[in-house]
């Protein structure tokens, strides 16, 4: 979402392998003994950290980037290819390595490294580490998910969305890394930001806490190369990758602001190119710099489908969606109408068929999705379908759901959501869930078929929306202190929207979502002071939705 349509807005890891079908014990991770990630890696030649990622029961991807000398730095766009080795073990002196290979790497990855270890155990815990020219990285911690049919007792994720460096620390990841209850994390999009200095910074003025590299918004691959490179030289970044696998995915500012299927609203054609070559500069550095799969491998240029599911035995089913890459232009103010057009879509028709699949998976319990931008119905007033209807009739002016406040969102794309929503409610289906990032706020909410009649409609799932990291939320924008002017805007919001029950339009930080067969429980953190590189934490609210429910509820402390 812009800047500006946001002010608009806001101003009105058992190193033992449990390979059959029983329950598996929590933490894998905690069996890994003493934490190895503190701090940056000294070594020159890994000096953007190792990192993990999407775990499966028998594989794991491994990422991190070589510097073979101190003038081949990210996105030099040449030099020689080099060479060096991988290893992940149960063990951290690496006597017991159970997979290792040779890697080959060179400027036209600019000179990272991802590979996809196999036939590991599931929920196992492991170490790994690179080594080149005889010289080990840091050490890296990471896990495996449950076998398929295991039955996990619980699961519980570290969530977060919006870092952005200029607007300050990445304290949240710093909390999340001094954790050792974690078995991943699910990171919703907006890793990184594509502006210059002195544009989207701290506060209401805008301050850069650190400024951008390079020094101007990022458009070449050269420009995408070296910002990833900048993000993963943080510390608290690559503490928490070092430490826990990422599951991610995208949403704009990977690419640039507002971006759709065939442009962006931060992005001019006759001075920034060819928008689908910008894009696929973004979706190259991407697949280069993270530890993700695109299209299903670790292999670079074999394409760019970011959206998957990751299954943790029969516990949960874990979808992550792509909103960016295939949704129709958002529409204008002016033709508010057209966000119910069916020809319009934000996941494009492939993707929404493989949703709903991924919503069918038998013998899961927890449908979860990893969803970029807020699913609920946000608008002024929900009126009741057959209410809208009637003003149609007269008007034709109302789109079905209400006037949406931010038509980025699922708001924007009402028959996208008609079609899930009936899709979950026409099948039976329990227990869906939407993780939500984007928006800079915290959110609980239930998902009605229809808004205008909650709370005597059937609801179809609920969403639990994380706050950001280091990006603008109100008070930031409004230069107001924190937890005044933003009440009254909240109250009012969840007066019109009956069916949002928790909104938090001031604080960053993370979430941790636990989930088990009774509930999934949301607990939301914040930090003291995004200025401030030793920020303190501390819970604020706990959301939970239980088995069978589909209906969020407050709870009184984070899981213990």
Request: proline share 7%.
């Amino acid at each position: 979402m812009t800047e500006f349509n946001r002010r608009a807005f806001l101003a009105a890891t058992a190193a033992t392998a449990a390979t059959a079908a029983t329950t598996v014990g929590r933490t894998p991770a905690l069996a890994l003994g003493p934490d190895v990630t503190a701090g940056n890696d000294p070594n020159p030649y890994f000096r953007h950290g190792v990192a993990s990622g999407d775990p499966l029961p028998d594989r794991v991807i491994l990422w991190t980037r070589v510097t073979p000398s101190a003038d081949l730095g990210p996105g030099v766009g040449n030099g020689p290819s080099v060479s060096g080795r991988w290893q992940i073990a149960t063990d951290r002196t690496f006597d017991r390595v159970v997979d290792s290979g040779r890697f080959t790497t060179s400027p036209v990855r600019d000179y990272t490294v991802k590979v996809d270890a196999s036939g590991l155990q599931p929920s196992t815990g492991y170490y790994y580490r690179f080594v080149f020219n005889g010289v080990p990285s840091r050490i890296g911690r990471t896990c495996t998910a449950p076998d398929r049919f295991a039955s996990p007792h619980n699961l519980r994720f570290g969530v977060v969305s919006c870092s952005n460096l200029q607007a300050g620390y990445f304290s949240p990841y710093r909390h999340l890394a001094a954790r050792d209850d974690l078995d991943a994390i699910v990171h919703l999009g907006d890793y990184l930001y594509e502006y210059g200095p002195g544009r989207y910074g701290y506060g209401h003025s805008n301050t850069d806490i650190r400024s951008h590299v390079p020094a101007h918004e990022m458009v070449s691959l050269r420009d995408y190369r070296q910002r990833h490179a900048q993000y993963k030289q943080d510390p608290d970044l690559q503490r928490l990758h070092a430490k826990l696998p990422f599951i991610a995915t995208w949403d704009d500012h990977e690419s640039t602001n507002d971006a759709y299927r065939r442009g962006a609203e931060n992005h001019q054609p006759d001075t920034e190119g060819d928008w689908q070559h910008r894009k696929w500069r973004a979706h190259r550095a991407y697949d280069e710099w993270m530890p993700t799969r695109m299209s299903d491998t670790a292999k670079l240029g074999d394409g760019d489908r970011l959206y998957r599911s990751l299954r943790f035995g029969t516990l949960a089913n874990l979808s992550m969606l792509d909103l960016r890459s295939y949704r129709s232009k958002q529409v204008e103010q002016s033709e508010l109408s057209e966000v119910d057009n069916p020809n319009r879509s934000i996941t494009g028709d492939p993707q929404m068929v493989w949703l709903k699949d991924q919503l069918l998976t038998p013998k899961v319990q927890w449908k979860i999705v990893g969803n970029p931008v807020m699913i609920a119905p946000v608008v002024f007033p929900p009126l009741p379908n057959d209410l809208t209807a009637a003003v149609n009739d007269v008007t034709g002016l109302l789109p079905p759901d209400g006037v949406p406040y931010n038509v980025d969102q699922w708001d924007g794309y009402t028959a996208d959501r008609h079609e899930l929503f009936s899709h979950i409610a026409n099948h039976g289906l329990q227990n869906t869930v939407f993780l939500t990032g984007d928006i800079h706020s915290a959110w609980a909410c239930d998902l009605p078929r229809d808004a205008g009649r909650y709370p005597a409609t059937k609801t179809v799932g609920t969403e639990f929306v994380c706050t950001s990291v280091t990006s603008n939320n109100l008070d930031d924008i409004t230069n107001s202190p924190p937890r005044t002017t933003s009440i009254a805007i909240e109250e009012g919001i969840k007066a019109s929207n009956r069916h949002v029950k928790y909104l938090n339009f001031d604080d960053h930080g993370y979430s941790v979502v636990d989930i088990s067969s009774a509930r999934l429980q949301m607990d939301y953190y914040k930090i003291s002071d995004r200025a401030d590189r030793n920020a303190t934490s501390e819970w604020t609210q706990s959301w939970a939705t239980a088995a069978d429910t589909q209906r969020v509820h407050r709870v009184e402390g984070p899981v213990a």
